[in-house]
């Protein structure tokens, strides 16, 4: 039987950070009406998931899969292609399913084209 050797450190890591996202997700449920939020808060919490989102997908769409800088930045690359495809079917259409199978067309043919 194999036992796992647990750094007393890590351990107390784990604790913390357990308790501090606890903390921080509980802090409104604790105080409740208590605290005010600012409407300006409230408007821009609004924009966080769309924020969090693009963060995300723009390096993916507009830079190579090994690039380590934003001067790799490439025209011929087929995300960009399948990207902009996607994004232009959806303002059009705002149907999930047309962009994803739209996006997916143009990324294709770019693969093969460029």
Do not use: C
């Amino acid at each position: 039987m194999n036992t796992i050797d647990l750094n007393p450190h890590i351990f107390w890591l784990i604790i913390g950070m357990a308790l501090v996202t606890g903390w921080t997700r509980s802090f409104f449920l604790i105080l409740g009406e208590r605290i005010q939020v600012p409407a300006w808060v409230l408007e821009a919490i609004r924009f966080a998931p769309l924020a969090a989102m693009i963060a995300i997908l723009a390096p993916e769409i507009f830079l190579p899969a090994a690039a380590t800088s934003v001067t790799e930045f490439n025209l011929r690359l087929p995300n960009i292609w399948g990207g902009i495809a996607a994004i232009i079917a959806f303002y059009l259409t705002k149907k999930m399913l047309s962009t994803l199978i739209i996006g997916m067309a143009v990324y294709t043919a770019a693969r093969f084209l460029l």
